[in-house]
């Protein structure tokens, strides 16, 4: 089993910046890739960006620009940088650690873009 922790959402003005972080813990060897999802109220959940384990990364087109995943192998966490962020990026924002057999998610992190 795999356990996913987020941390990092909060209340932003647009065209300011946030880091969302994601923790996997437990039975990690099987985790090949990890990344963040997001769904606003109303719409559909929709990517946001993922990283493999070799450190490939993938973007949703309307961050990719904007947005910055990383990770720390040793520290077994994600990072999301978010930058120039907007009213249209508020969502909840759950990570996703993807395993040989099976996806696990976090609880999910709320990111909240006004003024």
């Known amino acids: 089993q795999v356990q996913v922790v987020e941390s990092g959402g909060g209340l932003v003005q647009p065209g300011g910046s946030l880091r969302l972080s994601c923790a996997a813990s437990?039975?990690?060897?099987?985790?090949?890739?990890m990344g963040w999802y997001r769904q606003a109220p109303g719409k559909q959940r929709e990517l946001v960006a993922t990283?493999?384990?070799?450190?490939?990364?993938n973007y949703a087109y309307s961050v990719k620009d904007r947005f910055a995943i990383s990770r720390d192998n040793a520290k077994n966490t994600v990072y999301l940088q978010m930058n120039s962020l907007k009213p249209e990026d508020t969502a909840v924002y759950c990570c996703?650690?993807?395993?040989?057999?099976?996806?696990?998610w976090g609880q999910g992190t709320q990111v909240t873009v006004s003024s």
């Open positions: 996703i650690a993807r395993g040989s057999a099976r996806d696990y």
């Open positions: 437990g039975s990690i060897s099987s985790i090949y890739a």
């Open positions: 990283i493999t384990n070799g450190g490939t990364t």
